[in-house]
């Protein structure tokens, strides 16, 4: 009886923190949109003294985002952060996904955590580094940054692992039944 109890909160609570990181998601990549629209575009764009700019949110005067009105800044330290870090809610969402699933171990499931994973240890290393060709970027920030994603990708990884072991005692486990 306790081992279905602690599946139902495992189940619960993965499909609450699937749908709270799958709207995490869906507000970054909307404000990536919407600025990347605006920014293109001028639609919705409010610039002030030519130094700073706003972008409201579509068919109101309501500004939701704000950023300094320089190149550089706007591609490396505006719309870079918010996209990648949708596309950080999105594959987190599709991993958790995994654990209110009928089944734990799945191919689906070893693939979104390859997924997370690959994305943490590679893509903030990657994406710091070719900033700094541009503007300037804060050390101790970055750093940490980098530093955290990569714990997230190794505990990512060692998950990938053992799914991938959970997959094929699954599987061999059904050739035999």
Not at 87 to 92: A, E, P, S, T, V
């Amino acid at each position: 009886m306790q081992k279905i109890l602690n599946m139902k909160y495992t189940s619960v609570i993965s499909k609450l923190l699937f749908y709270f990181f799958r709207f995490l998601a869906i507000v970054y990549l909307g404000g990536f949109t919407i600025s990347l629209i605006a920014l293109v575009s001028g639609w919705g764009l409010i610039i002030e003294k030519e130094i700073y700019f706003i972008v409201n949110l579509p068919f109101t005067n309501i500004g939701i985002l704000r950023g300094d009105f320089n190149l550089s800044y706007i591609i490396f330290m505006f719309l870079g952060p918010l996209g990648l870090y949708g596309l950080f809610f999105l594959l987190l969402s599709n991993t958790i996904r995994a654990f209110f699933q009928p089944k734990l171990f799945t191919e689906t499931g070893v693939k979104h955590l390859k997924r997370f994973y690959l994305a943490n240890v590679c893509i903030p290393g990657l994406f710091i580094l070719f900033t700094s060709f541009f503007c300037p970027v804060e050390s101790p920030t970055s750093e940490l940054l980098i530093l955290l994603h990569l714990v997230i990708g190794l505990f990512a990884f060692l998950l990938a692992a053992i799914f991938k072991q959970g997959l094929k005692l699954q599987n061999e486990q059904d050739l035999f039944i």
